[in-house]
């Protein structure tokens, strides 16, 4: 099956860190990548959509200037948290579509910011 | 807005039984629906997906979808405790094909 790989897979730092997370879709060009953040015992909320090129697309309520989303090209999406803060800290996961394939998922970030 | 419902659970079945795992959605336009698996703290892992009206089967699993009714479903046939996790259905938004929204997932327990 496709495989997205997401890293890295847990961070700690000190609040005021900036945090890069990258999703890679290994076997397949992902036209579309999706960042989700998830927390405790709730669902996926989509944070953002990606397309290969061109601007992201936020989410009501997700602050655009706060968490930069980077799609270069069709294998790599790049999420970055600017100045993380402790209310930030959640299990971030990626998604990658593209051609026939349905969404398939990263492993999943684990942020905790102290 | 368009939501997608399931219920949350806990769903507790013996082991080798079968668990019916049931979700509704609201956007009539939707054309693709998906089941996911979500161990918990892990990322969700895709298991089925169904675009057309009736069943679909793989293994153990079988997926129902009746657009009619705005219903789609998730059979896991002689189930096992390996299978208790969070079952996430998901389906596509009728503007965009590949964007998806996700309900909240049912919990799912089977019982040795």
Request: proline content about 4%.
């Amino acid at each position: 099956g496709a495989v997205v790989s997401q890293h890295p897979s847990r961070v700690i730092c000190k609040s005021g860190t900036s945090v890069k997370i990258e999703c890679r879709s290994l076997d397949f060009q992902a036209t579309t990548m999706f960042w989700y953040r998830q927390f405790p015992k709730q669902s996926l909320m989509l944070m953002a959509t990606s397309n290969e090129g061109s601007k992201a697309t936020y989410e009501q309520g997700v602050e655009k200037d706060k968490f930069l989303i980077n799609h270069a090209s069709l294998t790599l999406s790049t999420l970055t948290v600017t100045s993380a803060h402790p209310e930030d800290s959640s299990f971030y996961i990626c998604s990658a579509t593209g051609g026939d394939q349905p969404q398939h998922f990263g492993d999943g970030t684990r942020l905790s910011i102290l | 807005q368009k939501e997608v419902e399931q219920n949350s659970g806990p769903l507790s079945v013996p082991e080798g039984a079968i668990a019916s795992l049931n979700c509704t959605y609201s956007d009539r336009g939707s054309q693709s629906f998906f089941w996911y698996r979500q161990y918990s703290g892990k990322s969700p892992e895709l298991i089925m997906f169904i675009y057309s009206n009736g069943d679909k089967e793989d293994g153990r699993f079988t997926a129902q979808l009746n657009k009619a009714s705005q219903y789609v479903s998730l059979l896991i046939r002689d189930s096992q405790p390996s299978d208790s996790a969070t079952y996430l259905c998901a389906v596509n938004v009728q503007t965009s094909y590949d964007k998806v929204i996700f309900g909240p997932g049912t919990s799912l327990s089977v019982i040795p």
